[in-house]
C-alpha cells in the first residue's frame, strides 16, 4: 500500500523568509500525481499545489513551489516570502489513477511576525 | 452560499445519543466523502458516494451511518458512539470520481464532535 510521510511535526520560520516542508512516499507506480493542501486554524483545507509524476519541472503557484525528486520519493514544498496568513496545517498527499488520495500526518507551520 | 458547508461546527453527544452532521456541497460535484480527522493521525477516508451511489466504506464501523440522498447532501448518521471517536469529521466533494485523476478535493470546515 502506498504511504505518505511527513517527518516534521512541527516547523516555524520568521515572516518574510523561506521555509521548506519534506514529504515522503512509497510507491511501485511510474504514475501518480502528488498534492500539498493547506488546513488554516478553523477553516477549509485548500489545495496549494499540485505535481504529476510524468511532469519533470517542478510545479510553481506564485510563492509556494515543490522540489520533485522522483527516484527519491520525495515532494518538498517550499514557501518563500512568509506571510502570517501562511500559518496552517500542510498535508502532503499522493493519488495514483482511480484511487484515493491518501493523507501524510500533518506539518503544523506558524510563521514568527 | 458556495463551496462546501457543514452543519453543526461543534457537536457534544453522550454515547446514548443520537445524532447527525449535514453536509452540502453547492459546486455541481457528483462526488462526496466523509474524512475523520484525529490529533496526530493522517486524515481518515470513511465513505465515498458517487452519483449518490456509496462507492467506499473503509471498514468503518456501523455506530456511523452515510446517507447521500442526492449529489448535493450528505449525512453521517452517529449513535451509540465511544469517546475514541471524538474527532474533527471533514466533508469533502470532487468532480465525478471515476476516471477522476486530479485528485483536488473541496472540503468543508468540519464538525467537531467530542463523545463524553
Known amino acids: 500500500a502506498q504511504t505518505v510521510t511527513q517527518s516534521q511535526p512541527e516547523m516555524s520560520v520568521q515572516e518574510a523568509e523561506t521555509v521548506t516542508l519534506s514529504c515522503t512516499y512509497d510507491?511501485?507506480?511510474?504514475?501518480?500525481?502528488l498534492f500539498w493542501y493547506k488546513q488554516p486554524p478553523s477553516r477549509q483545507m485548500i489545495l496549494v499545489i499540485r505535481?504529476?509524476?510524468?511532469?519533470?519541472q517542478n510545479a510553481t503557484e506564485n510563492r509556494f513551489s515543490v522540489n520533485f525528486q522522483k527516484a527519491a520519493k520525495s515532494f518538498s514544498l517550499k514557501i518563500s516570502d512568509s506571510q502570517l496568513g501562511d500559518a496552517a496545517m500542510y498535508f502532503c498527499?499522493?493519488?495514483?489513477?482511480?484511487?484515493?488520495?491518501?493523507f501524510g500526518q500533518g506539518t503544523r507551520l506558524t510563521i514568527n511576525p | 452560499e458556495t463551496g462546501v458547508t457543514q452543519t453543526p461546527r461543534h457537536l457534544v453527544m453522550g454515547m446514548t445519543n443520537k445524532k447527525s452532521l449535514k453536509c452540502e456541497q453547492h459546486?455541481?460535484?457528483?462526488?462526496m466523502y466523509w474524512y475523520k480527522q484525529s490529533a496526530k493521525k493522517p486524515l481518515e477516508l470513511m465513505f465515498v458516494?458517487?452519483?449518490?451511489?456509496?462507492?467506499e466504506n473503509n471498514s468503518v464501523p456501523s455506530r456511523f451511518s452515510p446517507e447521500c440522498p442526492n449529489s448535493s447532501h450528505l449525512f453521517l448518521h452517529l449513535h451509540t458512539l465511544q469517546p475514541e471517536d471524538s474527532a474533527l469529521y471533514l466533508c469533502?466533494?470532487?468532480?465525478?470520481?471515476?476516471?477522476?485523476?486530479?485528485?483536488?478535493?473541496?472540503f468543508g470546515e468540519g464538525s467537531r464532535l467530542t463523545v463524553l
Open positions: 459546486l455541481g460535484h457528483n462526488a
Open positions: 510507491t511501485s507506480e511510474s504514475d501518480y500525481y
Open positions: 505535481q504529476e509524476a510524468y511532469k519533470q
Open positions: 469533502a466533494s470532487s468532480q465525478a470520481e471515476a476516471g477522476s485523476h486530479t485528485g483536488e478535493l473541496f
Open positions: 458516494y458517487n452519483f449518490k451511489e456509496q462507492t
Open positions: 498527499a499522493y493519488k495514483q489513477g482511480a484511487q484515493k488520495l491518501v
